[in-house]
């Protein structure tokens, strides 16, 4: 899909949730950023299967899909479109030349949006002083629950050992293990035998849910 068959809003609403690379609710955006994602627009995001929007409460909580961050991806190398705002003529330069980086040092959007929200994360349990440990708690709970070296077990087995440490430190420590390469974290193949506990513990990574964790070997 081209950058022109989508109004302003919904490309601002795009590259803000590539920005953020987590969900986002109605409210935190439109603090944040000024606008809400709502009406026409969400349903049109949501056909076009690019944003996930669902409602836990009563607002709207939004999150790019795999074809969202695709569709980021491909605005990188491509124009603004026809008749362009000088802004946007300056805007698709910078992406170019951000395209160019990626593709040169053999990068992907995740490997760098997901980079920044992990290391804010980071950031904040140091100063609670938890995330230290919970990369130790990780492994250890793995070690307990896995029948061998290297074997995949389940995220929300995973968690259940965990639950004295906080979602955000656990995901925040994850994050820190995979990009290390300390772990190993996949979508679990058959989806159809996830259970709800499954998918609620599931760890968004790289634009897709991951399942399944096992330690390598050192």
Same mark, same amino acid.
């Given at each position: 899909?081209?950058?022109? !068959?989508?109004?302003?809003?919904?490309?601002? /609403?795009?590259?803000?949730?590539?920005?953020?690379?987590? &969900?986002? *609710?109605?409210?935190?955006?439109? &603090?944040?950023?000024?606008? @809400?994602? $709502?009406? =026409?627009?969400?349903?049109?995001?949501?056909?076009?299967?690019? /944003?996930?929007? %669902? #409602?836990?409460?009563?607002?709207? /909580?939004?999150?790019?899909? $795999?074809?969202?961050? #695709?569709?980021?991806?491909?605005?990188?190398?491509?124009?603004?479109?026809?008749?362009?705002?000088?802004?946007? #003529?300056?805007?698709?330069a910078v992406f170019n030349q951000f395209g160019r980086y990626l593709q040169g040092t053999d990068q992907r959007l995740a490997d760098i949006f997901n980079l920044r929200y992990a290391k804010q994360s980071a +950031?904040? $349990?140091?100063? *609670?002083?938890?995330?230290? +440990?919970?990369?130790?708690?990780?492994?250890?709970?793995?070690?307990?629950?896995?029948? =061998?070296?290297?074997?995949? /077990?389940?995220?929300?087995?995973?968690? &259940?050992?965990?639950?004295?440490?906080?979602?955000? +430190? %656990?995901?925040?420590?994850?994050?820190?293990?995979?990009? $290390?390469?300390?772990?190993?974290?996949?979508?679990? *193949?058959?989806?159809?035998?996830? %259970?709800?506990? +499954? @998918?609620?513990?599931?760890?968004?990574?790289?634009? !897709? !849910?991951?399942?399944?964790?096992?330690?390598?070997?050192?």
């Open positions: 899909m081209r950058s022109e !068959e989508l109004s302003v809003k919904e490309r601002a /609403v795009l590259f803000t949730l590539l920005a953020e690379a987590r &969900e986002m *609710s109605n409210p935190e955006l439109e &603090e944040r950023f000024g606008f @809400r994602l $709502d009406g =026409k627009e969400r349903r049109k995001l949501n056909d076009l299967k690019l /944003v996930e929007s %669902t #409602r836990p409460d009563r607002a709207f /909580v939004h999150e790019l899909t $795999d074809a969202g961050w #695709r569709w980021c991806a491909d605005e990188l190398s491509a124009g603004p479109g026809p008749n362009p705002s000088s802004m946007e #003529r300056a805007l698709y +950031d904040g $349990d140091q100063q *609670s002083g938890t995330a230290r +440990d919970a990369g130790a708690a990780i492994l250890a709970a793995y070690a307990a629950l896995a029948a =061998k070296p290297g074997e995949f /077990v389940k995220l929300s087995a995973l968690r &259940e050992r965990l639950a004295d440490v906080s979602r955000a +430190d %656990t995901d925040a420590a994850l994050g820190q293990l995979y990009r $290390d390469q300390r772990i190993n974290l996949i979508p679990q *193949s058959n989806q159809r035998a996830l %259970t709800a506990n +499954d @998918r609620a513990s599931a760890l968004r990574l790289g634009g !897709e !849910e991951k399942h399944m964790l096992s330690v390598r070997p050192q």
